[in-house]
Every structure is written in structure tokens, then in C-alpha cells.
């Protein structure tokens, strides 16, 4: 085993860890079924990394990608078809003949928005971006409250998986122009992430992506705790400074300011605005 897939297998254990004890925490039945699937799913995007891509970076971006664990608590696929088993027959016969009444015109939408749901360009993402950023509710938005506020996707991910919007699993991201994404799990919006400057988002009229660690804590407060050189455990109102001894790398979280913060020599590489019950649940 070379020293790249040590390093890997060690942060995909510490990671599995830590999803493993917030599903333990929740009492969430299908846990082991989770942590296969997350299992599985690291083990796809290590895969997919060529031999000279197989660094301590790309491996904190998968992790970076994947959520903090506490994510997990609410990871449950709902199953739609068990449930329309159990629907009576008479209630099945008689909705036939209105199914087919209707099928011709529902045909017919789809085939209009197909149309229609072209991907918004960048020059009209940017327009009315600082007002329709400073008016959008996170707390109560859903994905067609994302569309209409920001128009249509340049596409929907998880990863490097994309999806089709008709056939969307229970956590995937929204992908914009400007490097600007919003992540959805279970219907809800759960962050805007903001990953790059290109955007002009300032949280508060202070931070941005480029904005130093100093800055950041100035204006969000001092960490309650600052751990130096260990590995991301994501907790909340702690510093985690030069993350796995590389300089510079660094995670800050500030729940109660609905904020989360990536650093790379330390400075803002992104930056995540959570719902209000970002940890609850």
C-alpha cells in the first residue's frame, strides 16, 4: 500500500467515524445502510483520482464535499413505492381513466419546459444577484424557490455524479455560474455555498471569499476553542488550525452566525451560509 492510500484510508475511517457516531446519536434505523453507501461512494471518488491527483488536497476536498457528518442524521431515501402498494384496488382502477385523460396535457408541459429550462446565463445570474441573495429565505426555500429566485441550473451533482432534475436523489448540489452552489437535502436548503469570489458575496459587509483568517475572526468573535495541526472534526465555534499540520488549512464554524468557513493559507477559499437549524434534528 503506497503512503497516498494509507493517508486516504485513515481520513475516510475518521470520517466514516464521526458519520457513524452522529447516526448512533440519532437512533436512525437504516444506519449501517448509510455508511455503506458513504463507504461506497468514497471509495468511487478515491477511485477516480489518477495517480498524480492522489494528494492530501483532493482528499479534504472529497470530505469537504461529502458534509460534515452531522448531515447524516436526516439521510433517509424515502421509498414512494412501498408505500403505493399498499393503495387499495378500486382507488387504483378508478384513477385510470383520469390518468389517461390528463397524460396527453402533462406530456405536453414537459415538452414546453424542456424548452424552457435553459440554464441561466452568467450576465443574468449577476443582475439582480445582491438583492435576490439579501431577500432569499433559507429557512423555508425549497428547490423551486432556488429556480425562481436564481433561474435554472447549469446542473445538479453529488460529487462527480450528475442528475437528471426528474430523477434526484436525497442530497445533491445546485450548480450556478460564479461558483456559486446551493446544497439540498430531503427537500430542504440546507447551504449556499459560495466557492469562489466571482459571485461579489460579503457576509455581513465584512467577509468574502479571499478575506484572511484575521479578518474573519474580528468580525465573527474568537473561537470558543482552537485545535492546531489535528484533523477537521467540524464542531462548532472551534478553530481548526492547519488541519493535519498543513499550514494555512483551516475550518471555523460559527452556528448561531449561520456560517461556515474553508481556509487555504489562511485565507477564505469558501464560503457556506447554513439554515438555522443547521444542527438540529
Known sequence: MTP???QWQEIK???LKQVREVLSAAKQPDSE???DNVSSHLDQRFGELKADEQSWENFQKII??????SDYAEFLVSDAATARKHLPVKYLLGGILGLIGIAAA???ILWIQSYQAKPVTTEKFRENFSRNINNFNIDAATLQDV???FGQPESYVWGEKIFDKSNLPARYVIKYPCEFHVFISNGKVVELRFEGPDAGYIFKGRIKVGSSLDEVIEALGQPEKTVTGQKNGFADGVLYKDIEGRDGYCYYAR???HIRLFFVNNKVLALYITRSDYHDG
Not at 469537504?64 to 457528518?69: A, V
Open 4 to 6: 497516498e492510500n494509507r
Open 147 to 149: 429556480i425562481k429566485t
Open 13 to 15: 475511517e475518521t470520517y
Open 64 to 69: 469537504t464535499e461529502m458534509g460534515p457528518p
Open 255 to 257: 452556528q448561531e452566525q
Open 33 to 35: 445502510e448509510i455508511i
Open 106 to 108: 402533462i406530456i405536453l
